[in-house]
Every structure is written in C-alpha cells, then in structure tokens.
C-alpha cells in the first residue's frame, strides 16, 4: 500500500491562466491553496452543523438555520475553488513593487470568486440580523441593496488598473458606513423593543459582524488596492475574517435564537400541518361542496326575506 502524502497539485492543474499572453506571477503558492481548501472545510462542516441543528425546531422556526447554512455552504464552494486556482484572473497592479519580492511581478492574481460569494452571502447575513431585529421589510430590503452596491463596486475597483480603483473604493466605503448606521443604530433600536433577550443577541451578533466587516476595506486596500501584501498573505487574511464572519457568526446567532420564537420578530410562518388563523380548520372537498349547497340555502333565504320586505314596503 503506497502510503506516501499526496501532495496538492491544484496550482499544477488549473494555475496556467494567461491573459494577454501573459500570466499571473504575483499568485497564490501551494500554501495558500492549502489554505484555502482548509477553509472549505470548516465552511462544509459548518453547514452541516446549522443544517443539522435546524432538525431540533420545528419547521416553521429553522428561518435562521437555512440562512445561515446557506451563507457558509456557498461559502465553501468559492473557497473549494480559490483553493484549487480558479475563478481567477490577471490584473496589472496600480503599484509595482519590484524590490519586494512577494509581490514582484506584472500581473496580481485576483479572485472574483469571493465577490460572487460576497454578493450572495453578505446581504443572506444582513437578513439573519435584520430578521432577527424585527425590522420593517422596506428597510430590509433598501439596506441589502445597499450591500450589493458595497460588493460590486469593490469588484470593479479590484478589476480596475488605474487609479480610478480607489473611486470604487470610496463608492463602496460610503455604502458600508449607510448599512454599518442601520445596524448599530436603527436596527439596535428596533431590537431593544421587541425585548431584552432578542436585543442581547442581535447586540453580540452585529457588533461582531460590523466590528469584522471594518476590516475588510483595511485587507482590500493592501490586497487587491495597493498590492502591498503577497497573495498567500491575502489567502490567510480574508480566510480568517470570512470564518469568523460567517460560521463564527453563525453559532452565536443560532445559540441566541435557542428560546426566541419567530413570531416575536413579525416571522409568522405556518406549516402545513399547523391550524389555520382564527381558529379555522381546513376544508375537504366535501366539506366545500356541502358548505356551498348550505350557503345557497342561506341565500336563497334572504333573497326571499329581502323581497317580502320590499313587498310589504
């Protein structure tokens, strides 16, 4: 039995990527695709973890464990794909840095992988915040599109090679402190009354989540922006906050839902098996046919009383 490591061979594979005739040399190394794919891991068992959990609730309360398994499974497939070198592309950095050999070369390696991960997963993340705040949808919805914008442009600006990168940056900055002011502010208020423990949890959960989130302008800046960081560096920077971002995140929100109902948030969700509204129980065909020759009879009734009362007038 040949019992010898097998090594990762996925930069050997997929890593040959030319743009222009020229490839990438400011790329990840095998280090960094190791990495990468340990991330993937933790966001697979991540996903495993809330899915699972959710079997403890009934079906109408798993809102939160199907977000938030969602984030980290869509998640692990992007990091399974920076980890094996693709979703990538070559971009001329703005700063040439050849006295630093880290990050010496023509072309960055740039994953726009992690933005479609972004796109999807940031506002999903919102939504457990937001939801869990009991906030109006109106509000939610402005607020995840304000995300979105925060997202794309700093993909634009990633792909950009000038110095009109740092425009995007800006553009994307000013959408984030508008959603970092509706969740440390506007939602922390609406959180507060629907009751202490609700609040406690959305306060642990979004200062977190915006504590973190300031960071990822600092790590874009020195990664895709100023070139300043060498890719494998990148890998474990952006790794580590989207761990504790997401599956960290995660667990303290499934761990604060454990006693709050999502009727207490404005969450009515039935099932099929639940009891109708006021009390009303649903109606076999039978029972509608038998229901509608009754109510032809009680109309029939007062189609009569109402022409002897015009008879009689």
């Known amino acids: 039995m040949d019992l010898t490591k097998r090594e990762n061979n996925a930069i050997q594979a997929n890593g040959n990527h030319f743009v222009n005739g020229a490839r990438s040399d400011i790329a990840i190394t095998p280090h960094g695709s190791d990495w990468y794919f340990t991330v993937c891991a933790v966001m697979i068992v991540s996903s495993f973890a809330f899915a699972g959990l959710s079997f403890t609730k009934p079906r109408s309360h798993r809102i939160f464990h199907y977000i938030t398994a969602a984030i980290t499974m869509v998640a692990a497939i992007a990091y399974f794909t920076m980890g094996a070198d693709l979703g990538e592309t070559g971009i001329q950095p703005e700063f040439i840095r050849p006295n630093n050999h880290l990050v010496a070369g023509n072309l960055r390696e740039i994953f726009y992988v992690r933005y479609i991960d972004w796109v999807i997963t940031t506002p999903l993340l919102l939504l457990d915040l937001l939801l869990t ?3 109006p949808w109106p509000t939610i919805l402005y607020t995840l599109l304000i995300d979105e914008i925060m997202i794309i442009t ?28 509706t969740v440390t502010w506007t939602a922390r208020k609406h959180a507060m009354a629907v009751g202490p423990d609700v609040h406690k949890t959305y306060l642990i959960c979004g200062v977190w989540t915006i504590f973190l989130w300031f960071l990822y302008p600092i790590a874009w800046g020195l990664c895709e922006g100023g070139n300043v960081i060498s890719p494998d560096s990148e ?9 504790m971002a997401k599956p960290v995140f995660g667990a303290l929100l499934i761990w604060g839902h454990r ?41 029939d009734g007062n189609t009569a ?6 008879t009689t007038v």
């Open 235 to 243: 890998a474990v920077f952006y790794g580590v906050l989207d761990i």
């Open 133 to 135: 705040a009991g906030m």
């Open 305 to 310: 009383t109402t022409t002897g009362a015009s």
């Open 154 to 181: 700093g993909l634009v600006g990633s792909l950009v090679t000038s110095s009109y990168k740092w425009g995007y940056y800006v553009f994307g900055c000013i959408a984030f402190f508008w959603v970092a002011y």
């Open 259 to 299: 006693g709050i109902e999502p009727a207490r948030l404005g969450l009515h969700i039935r099932d099929y098996d639940d009891p109708m509204p006021g009390g009303l129980e649903r109606k076999t065909e039978k029972d509608l046919a038998g229901n509608g020759h009754h109510h032809h009879g009680v109309t």
